[in-house]
């Protein structure tokens, strides 16, 4: 099982991911734990309302929502049952045991998963402190849930995944090992696993490991003959050594053999599209902080390589993304429009904008002391405003904890002004 931990600033965008999965039929809400009904019974708005009133409570912790995603081996098909006693067990060694949350069960990548949904403000308004708890509880969570319900464990995954191709990435070193014998072991452990469909996609595997796959310009004799050539590259990318024929190698991936893979491949990559968009979409959904060095990193993390594409003056023109796990190689745009270059760098901040966000956060913290007291009385006011000339009953517990949260917030029952009852006959007096 591999656990992924995710916290935000807006409850509402973490919620509304996983409730449009549901709209669209590729998602359960399997379980609305400490909700006091059943997920089945709950309608869309009480499932939220019941984690914006919580968050209400301290409206300083700015980054409020949790959001977390259990992966499990493909060869693993939990009942749901089983699903929410894990999510129980997870989320009580991690700390959350008595908030409310919501667990969801996916079913748009090739492995099951599900996501969890809470919020960071305890019972009393406490803040929950998130700080290491991936590195830390969740990881010796992760461990002891592996035991208790014999998963498969992620540990020996990474560990297998990780001595895959290690052969061919100490082979490739030009100067260390002869030429041909370097290449070849790259591409025994590239041409027959990976899933791409363009030369350039077969690059952004094999360059990893220090590789080209060339057929040289338009003008020259090997391009035009349909001709292909492999060759080593240094830590810096540029070629060295002697270009090698793809046929003199015992795989022979000539170009008619790729064009063949190419369409095959095509069709075999199909339904490894949703975990490489989901990657994406999960890490920057309802975000305004995630730069593309941040987005790189956690897609890395994830098993995801993204190799851009830019001109002589450093403007990015293209991406490809290389899912190490699926073995898949994909074309921004091949995964559609909100994949691209383009439109990866729209949905990115850029580290401008992101240090000119900072320091107005920064400038605004600053002044929260002096506006308190302020703010407070205003409350107060609008509280008392409200009350005034109610004579309706107080509605029971349960109904109370789905009622819509106001936009003036919540105010602490010590904070509120004591409300006294006009005497009758007092204007009479006057």
Known sequence: MVAIIKTGAS????FYYNENKLKEGL????????????AANLSEQQRLNMLLKLAALNTNVVRNSVHISLNFDPSEQHSKSLLKEISQSYMEKIGFGDQPFLVYQHHDAGHPHIHIVSVKVAHDGSRIETQNIGRNQSERA???IENDFYLVKASSKKQQQSEHLKPALVGANYGKVETKRAISNVLSGVIGKYKFTSIPELNAVLNRYNVAADRGNEESRTFKKGGLHYRLLNAKGERVGVPIKASDFHQKPTLKYLLDRFEANDQLRQTDKLRVKNAIDFTLYGKSNVTLDRLINILERDGIDTILRKNETGLMYGITYVDHRSKAVFNGSSLG???SAKAIQERCVSLDALALSQGLQSQQIGSE???QGQIVNSRNVAVIAT???SDKAIQNEQDSLFDPVKQDGFTPSSLRGNKRKKKKGFSQSL
């Open 369 to 371: 002391s002096t506006r």
């Open 11 to 14: 409850i509402r965008s973490t």
């Open 337 to 339: 429009k909100n994949y």
């Open 387 to 389: 009350d005034q000339g």
């Open 142 to 144: 992760r461990k002891e």
């Open 27 to 38: 998602a359960e809400c399997i379980m609305a734990g400490n909700y006091p009904d059943d």
